[in-house]
T-cell receptor, first 113, second 110 residues
Framework: ETGVTQSPTHLIKTRGQQVTLRCSSQSGHNTVSWYQQALGQGPQFIFQYYREEENGRGNFPPRFSGLQFPNYSSELNVNALELDDSALYLC????????????FGSGTRLTVV | QQPVQSPQAVILREGEDAVINCSSSKALYSVHWYRQKHGEAPVFLMILLKGGEQKGHEKISASFNEKKQQSSLYLTASQLSYSGTYFCGTEEAAGNKLTFGGGTRVLVKP
């Protein structure tokens, strides 16, 4: 098992810019979920993709968008970055929705200045 | 609405026991438990399903009270490696999103 890989690990962007974060899911996992984790807080659900279709979305504005590819890897895109978008972005994959728990990647630390 | 975890933090001596609670105001299908060490990814510990049995992972076990919509995580004979932040994640329906609590910071001292 290769686990969940996220890239880049750290990123600094300027307010108003756009960013793309990438996630390679664990082999055999068809579900990818994205979370935003502010310092000292629990992960907040952004959205989930199951077999390339969005399967639920949290309370995030439309400038947060995503994709899942045929190999089940995924991207998180954020447009018009705001200072409050600074956080750790976690990707989690699972073999079937939430049935067997999530395997998390180490995250991308995004800083917006 | 996110589940509420208590306590927010706990300090233990090696070998001591602790209980972490996770409460939801909504009917739940499942409760997940994860542990996150500083600077690392959260690691899955166990999942408890509605109508399911109490689970265990090493000397860590958990229960799910469906009537109260509450889950408890039991750290028994704690080890130094148990230090970290514990998160519960709740699911309202099968295949639905997982909503995490604010976390409980656990520090186990020698």
């Amino acid at each position: 098992e290769t686990g969940v890989t996220q890239s880049p690990t750290h990123l600094i962007k300027t307010r108003g810019q756009q960013v793309t974060l990438r996630c390679s899911s664990q082999s055999g996992h068809n579900t990818v979920s994205w979370y935003q984790q502010a310092l000292g807080q629990g992960p907040q659900f952004i959205f989930q993709y199951y077999r390339e279709e969005e399967n639920g979305r949290g309370n995030f504005p439309p400038r947060f968008s995503g994709l899942q590819f045929p190999n089940y890897s995924s991207e998180l895109n954020v447009n018009a970055l705001e200072l409050d978008d600074s956080a750790l972005y976690l990707c989690a994959s699972s073999p079937l929705l939430t049935a067997y728990g999530y395997t998390f990647g180490s995250g991308t630390r995004l800083t917006v200045v | 609405q996110q589940p509420v975890q208590s306590p927010q933090a706990v300090i233990l001596r090696e070998g001591e026991d602790a209980v972490i609670n996770c409460s939801s105001s909504k009917a739940l299908y499942s409760v997940h438990w994860y542990r996150q060490k500083h600077g690392e990814a959260p690691v899955f510990l166990m999942i408890l399903l509605k109508g399911g049995e109490q689970k265990g992972h090493e000397k860590i076990s958990a229960s799910f009270n469906e009537k109260k919509q509450q889950s408890s995580l039991y750290l028994t004979a704690s080890q130094l490696s148990y230090s970290g932040t514990y998160f519960c994640g709740t699911e309202e329906a099968a295949g639905n999103k997982l909503t995490f609590g604010g976390g409980t910071r656990v520090l186990v001292k020698p």
